[in-house]
C-alpha cells in the first residue's frame, strides 16, 4: 500500500532516484499521499470503486486478505482529517467535513488492537494528531477512542458489550469490521443505527461471509441495486499486493465452500443446508383455493420467540398430503394481540376449529404475569396441544414430505408452501446446520420460527408406512398390531356392526 522500494530503473538514474526519495519523504510524513497513488505501479481499482460510493450504505464483501479493511479504514480516515490533508488523487472521495465522530464495531477488542489501530497508526497524516503523536491521540480509558487535532473522533466499540454501550450518542458513521456474530447482531446494528438520526449518517462493512446467509445478506447484498446501497466484492486476486505464491499458499488447504468464501467473498453455508432439496419450482404452489381447504384438517403451529413469534397454517387431506397456506410473523410476543390476529385470520378463511399446536418449552416460558405461554393462550380461546421438539424427526419428516415421489420415481411431494407465505419460503432456504456442534442435527437458532411451527404441525400429522414385516411379539400399552395379524385370531370375520350390519 505504502511499502514500496525503488525500483531498478530509478536506482541506475541519480536524478529520478532523488525525485523518488523525496516523494518516499512525502508519504512518511503523509501516507495518504502512497495509498493508491494513480503514479504508482500498483493500484486496488476495487479499493477506490470503494471510496467512490456516496451512499448510505457501503458494503466491501470479500475474500481473506483482499484489502477490505484497509480500504474501510482508510475511508474513515479521509473522513476524519481536514480537506488540505488529503492528497489531490483522495480529495474526490471526501463526504464529511471535521470534526467527524465514527463508532468502529469489531468483534473482539483484541481485532481492535491487531488490525484497526496499527493500521490507523500506518495511514494516519501526522499533523492531524494531537502534537503529532498516535500515542497522545489515543487513550484506552475510559473508552477507547482516537482523538484528532480538529476535533474528529474514532471509537473503538466490540460486539460482545451490551446495548447501552451502543446507545446514548450521535455518530456520523458506524463502520463494522465484520458483521456482528452473535444472535443478537441484528438487534446490535438496529440499537446502532439509531445512532445515525440526528446526524443523518452513514455505515459501512467490510466482512468475508463466513457466517452464511446473515442479516448482511438479506438486508444489504439481496438489496444491492437500491440506489442508497453500494456493494463491492472483491477477490482475493484484485489485491494487487498479493503474489500468486500466496495466494496458493493460502488456498490450498482449504474446502471448496471455504475456498468460495475466503477466495472471492461469495456467501456460502458452511454448515450444510437442511433442506437443500427445497426448490421453488416443485415446492412452491399458487395460492389453494380456500373454499377447499377449510374442509380440511388445518393445523396452527406456534412457535413463540422472545422477541417474534412465528404463525403457520398446513392443511392436510385425506391422503395426509399438506399445504402450508398462510403464515404470520409478528414483530412481538404479546399474547392477547397475536391470539387476536390468529382467530380473525381463522374468520377470514372460513377455518371453525383448526388444531393448535405449540412449542412445547412454553408450557415452562414465562409470558403475561410470569405465567406460561400456553396458559396465557388458553385465556385466550386458543388451546394448544405440545409441539413434538425432537429436531432431527423434525426435520426428517419435513425433508421425508419433500423428497416424496410416485411409484414410477417422480418428484411428488407430500408438503407444499403456498406462495403468500415469503417469509416461510425464505427461512426453509436458508435453515442451517451449527458447524461448531457435534450435534448434526442442531440449527443455528436464527431465522427459523416459522420453520419450527411447521416442524410442530407436520410432526403433528406424521406420514408413516409400517413396514410389512412389523409383528407384535408381546403386549404392548397403546400399540395396535396390523389388521391383517389381528384377524386371524377371530373366531369368524364379522361386519362392523356385528348382526346389525
Known sequence: MTDFAVPGEVEKNPRLKALYEELLSIVKTNPLQGYNHPDLQRVHQKQLLFHAAGTKIKAFIAGNRSGKTV????????????????????????????????????????????????????FMPKEQLTDQS???????????????????????????????????????????DEEPNSEDGKLLRSE???????????????MTPLLGYSWVYEDIWERRNEPQITVVQADIEDNPWNSQEAIEDFLGELTDEERRARKSGEFVHFGGLFFDEFKDSL??????????????????????????????????????AAVTFAEFYPKETVVPNIARAIKLKNQTFGIKEPVYVIDPSSRNRSGINADSLEAAYAREGIYCQWGQNDRPAGILELK????????????????????DCPNLI??????????HSKDEFAAIKMDDHLVDSLRYAVMSRAWHIPDDGLQQTAFEPNFQEQYSEERKRFPVEVAPFGAYS
Open 134 to 176: 498516535f500515542d497522545k491521540s489515543y487513550r484506552r480509558q475510559p473508552v477507547p477512542i482516537l482523538r484528532l487535532a480538529n476535533g474528529s473522533t474514532i471509537s473503538f466499540k466490540t460486539y460482545d458489550q451490551d446495548l447501552d454501550a451502543w446507545a446514548s450518542a450521535e455518530v456520523h458513521r458506524i463502520h463494522w
Open 192 to 206: 446502532a443505527r439509531a445512532r445515525l438520526v440526528s446526524t443523518n449518517g452513514d455505515e459501512i462493512i467490510g
Open 400 to 419: 421425508r414430505r419433500f423428497q416424496a415421489h410416485t411409484k414410477d420415481g417422480e418428484p411428488h411431494p407430500t408438503l407444499t408452501i403456498s406462495e
Open 283 to 320: 415446492h412452491v404452489v399458487t395460492k389453494p383455493d380456500l373454499a377447499k381447504l377449510k374442509d380440511q384438517e388445518v393445523v396452527v403451529g406456534i412457535d413463540p420467540g422472545l422477541r417474534r413469534t412465528g404463525v403457520t397454517w398446513t392443511a392436510f387431506d385425506n391422503d395426509n
Open 71 to 122: 480500504a474501510c479504514v482508510v475511508d474513515d480516515i479521509i473522513q476524519a482529517v481536514d480537506r488540505d490533508a488529503l492528497p489531490p488523487h483522495l480529495l474526490p472521495y471526501k463526504k464529511w467535513e471535521p470534526p467527524f465522530h465514527v463508532w468502529i464495531g469489531a468483534p473482539k477488542f483484541a481485532k481492535h488492537e491487531d488490525t484497526i489501530l496499527p493500521l490507523l497508526r500506518k
Open 426 to 435: 425464505w427461512e426453509i432456504g436458508r435453515y442451517r446446520r451449527d458447524p
